[in-house]
């Protein structure tokens, strides 16, 4: 597999693995709740789980790629998935689930920090953003999917059948990466991709420092505060519709319409900021709408239309995101960059959605969940402003490191 394309088609398949993985204690949280006799606490407390490794584990596992090379790094972490599975499969055991669950999300986070390098290392300066926006289309219609077909799978064969879908879908994953993916045939990705040694030793090359430090670290916010405005909908689009008086299935049904639709927006934003070149004010706008139309959703009787709006707008920041990164990392420091970039993702995914529990139930609405997501929207675009300079700024020191090395290169070999 040489071609870019089929590279991010097998990278896609792959990644919703981990979808599958996270989302199957949300579509058979009925039956496990009948089996362990737990409650929706408990349930949560499973769900969180399997995140919550991020926040120590990314930023290590970028390190563990530039030793052992991505393809390894992200079998290893498709092993760890698959143990974790067996565990719940076999081991049906309420501590077993906990141990089976944080295993697998350690490998999952793995997964999640290296492919997304990959993606990069085989995009770079090719269509980053739309590809990006394809890639990441993995999660939503992996929750979708699985939340399909695991409740029918456990509904006509039991749920240990619907658990071992689960693990069938990593071992194929695995196969398919052994068995298909090789590095970019851009020479120092590849090195960077085989956990080969950096050819420059160049400190404005192989570190991050000043302002390109600052722009991954602002890159990472943006994308963390946009996901948990994000996470309100789905953690509290539910309670917002049955405070209307909704029924639980039709305010959890109208919820997820913003899942199917964002399958939609999610590469249009990516296309738009490659076709226009302008991927900061697409990011720009598409932030805006979706702040405006978050905040709106919790004032207007038009409800179903509303939701339709959120997923058209919700996706188009995704692939415009996406992209920052690539903005001030090189082959030789993606690794660790987007390992940082990722631990602050997980940071923000994990507090944001209490944040939004404690407003809502301060407030006594769960309509203040979705105008704190809003004003996290509105602190991403004030964190845009400030990582454009930012990344000028990164970008000259760059360019006069190159010339710098390029004139003492000539005086090297004399």
């Not at 597999?1 to 996270?22: E, G, K, S």
């Not at 349930?43 to 390894?72: E, M, N, T, V, W």
């Not at 890159?219 to 996470?231: K, V």
């Amino acid at each position: 597999m040489t071609n870019r394309w089929n590279i991010l088609a097998l990278l896609f398949c792959v990644r919703m693995t981990m979808a599958v993985q996270f989302q199957a204690v949300a579509a058979l949280s009925p039956v496990l709740m009948n089996q362990y006799g737990i409650g929706l606490a408990d349930i949560g407390l499973l769900i969180g789980l399997y995140l919550s490794p991020g926040i120590i584990i990314a930023l290590p596992g970028g390190a563990i790629a530039q030793r052992f090379g991505d393809k390894h790094s992200v079998a290893f972490g498709l092993v760890l998935m698959f143990i974790g599975s067996l565990i719940i499969l076999f081991l049906p055991h309420w501590e077993a689930q906990i141990t089976g669950r944080l295993l697998a999300g350690v490998g999952g986070v793995i997964l999640n920090v290296l492919m997304s390098k990959m993606v990069t290392d085989w995009f770079d300066g090719h269509k980053l953003a739309t590809a990006m926006g394809i890639y990441v289309n993995s999660w939503p219609l992996g929750i979708a999917a699985t939340l399909i077909v695991l409740p029918l799978a456990a509904e006509a064969y039991g749920v240990f059948a619907a658990q071992a879908l689960v693990s069938a879908s990593i071992a194929l994953g695995f196969v398919a990466l052994l068995a298909l993916y090789q590095s970019p045939p851009n020479p120092a990705a590849t090195r960077a991709a085989t956990g080969a040694a950096p050819e420059s030793s160049n400190p404005a090359v192989a570190g991050l420092r000043g302002s390109a430090l600052i722009c991954l670290i602002l890159a990472g916010s943006i994308w963390g505060l946009y996901n948990a405005a994000l996470a309100m909908i789905f953690g509290f689009g539910p309670a917002m519709l049955i405070e209307r008086d909704w029924g639980a299935i039709a305010a959890s049904s109208t919820t997820s319409m913003v899942l199917w639709v964002a399958a939609i927006s999610v590469p249009l934003g990516g296309v738009l900021a490659d076709r226009l070149q302008r991927n900061q004010l697409v990011l720009c706008i598409g932030l805006v709408l979706f702040a405006v139309t978050l905040a709106g959703a919790t004032q207007t009787t038009y409800v179903v239309s509303a939701f339709v709006v959120l997923g058209l707008v919700a996706g188009i920041p995704v692939g415009p995101i996406m992209a920052l990164p690539s903005m001030v990392l090189k082959p030789e420091n993606r690794a660790r960059g987007l390992g940082l970039f990722f631990t602050i993702y997980y940071l923000a995914i994990f507090v944001g959605p209490v944040a939004g529990g404690w407003v809502a139930e301060w407030s006594g609405t769960a309509d203040s969940a979705f105008y704190l997501g809003s004003a996290m929207l509105v602190v991403c675009v004030m964190i845009l402003a400030a990582f454009v300079p930012l990344l000028r700024r990164a970008q000259a020191v760059a360019a006069a490191a190159a010339v710098a090395a390029a004139a003492a290169a000539p005086a090297a070999q004399k």
